[in-house]
């Protein structure tokens, strides 16, 4: 079975600028989370959607933003980027919302 | 509230054991988990777990959970190069979604 895929892998953005970016989760997962990844440090949640309804929101700001769609994938949505959003996006499924997370390979964000 | 800590870097011999330890300071974590992260890619689940346990084994590694004090532990039995990685503990304390992470522990296995 294929795991979680994420696109694109890489991308670079100026500051001030938007960017989406796209998850599929594990056939038949019904959850999606996302969380940041910065260099040099664990990963930190940013939302979890279950049933296309946000269920949970880590300490990030507005600009950041999320939606799940009829068929489980997600897209995470960062506007007026700045340096410091610069990480690797890390994209989990897990079959309902509260079951063990299973992440994919992540989108590496650069910000210039 | 929530904190997850790791010491940063581990360094064993091929063959021999590895422990990586972890403390966590929310009482009410209800599972405890331990990923692998390789260079330039996503995390690996490769063990978890429940509150409620002290001890869980799956072939190479083994989980000791002191609630009292709590700390985690990660042993890896025969270690070999291919378990170079960064091995993150993490904490969930309501929803599985949302977990806690350490800093990460770098293992470099040597010949």
């Known amino acids: 079975d294929a795991g979680v895929t994420q696109s694109p892998t890489h991308l670079i953005k100026t500051r001030g600028q938007h960017v989406t970016l796209r998850c599929s989760p594990i056939?038949?997962?019904?959850?999606v989370s996302w969380y940041q990844q910065v260099l040099g440090q664990g990963p930190q949640f940013i939302f979890q959607y279950y049933e296309k309804e946000e269920r949970g929101r880590g300490n990030f700001p507005d600009r950041f933003s999320a939606r799940q769609f009829p068929n489980y994938s997600s897209e995470l949505n960062v506007n007026a980027l700045l340096l410091g959003d610069s990480a690797l996006y890390l994209c989990?499924?897990?079959?309902?919302?509260?079951?063990?997370?299973?992440f994919g390979p992540g989108t590496r964000l650069t910000v210039t | 509230g929530e904190d997850v800590e790791q010491s940063l870097f581990l360094s064993v011999r091929e063959g021999d054991s590895s422990v990586i330890n972890c403390t966590y300071t929310?009482?009410?974590?209800?599972?405890l988990y331990w990923y692998k992260q390789e260079p330039g890619a996503g995390l690996q689940l490769l063990t978890y777990?429940?509150?409620?346990?002290d001890m869980k084994q799956d072939q190479r590694l083994t989980v000791l959970l002191n609630k009292k004090d709590k700390h985690l532990s990660l042993r890896i039995a025969d270690t070999q190069t291919g378990d170079s990685a960064i091995y993150f503990c993490a904490e969930s304390t309501g929803t599985a979604s949302k977990l806690t992470f350490g800093t990460g522990t770098r293992l470099q296995v040597t010949l």
């Open positions: 929310d009482s009410s974590s209800t599972y």
């Open positions: 989990a499924s897990s079959l309902d919302r509260d079951r063990t997370l299973y």
């Open positions: 777990i429940f509150s409620n346990m």
């Open positions: 056939s038949g997962h019904k959850s």
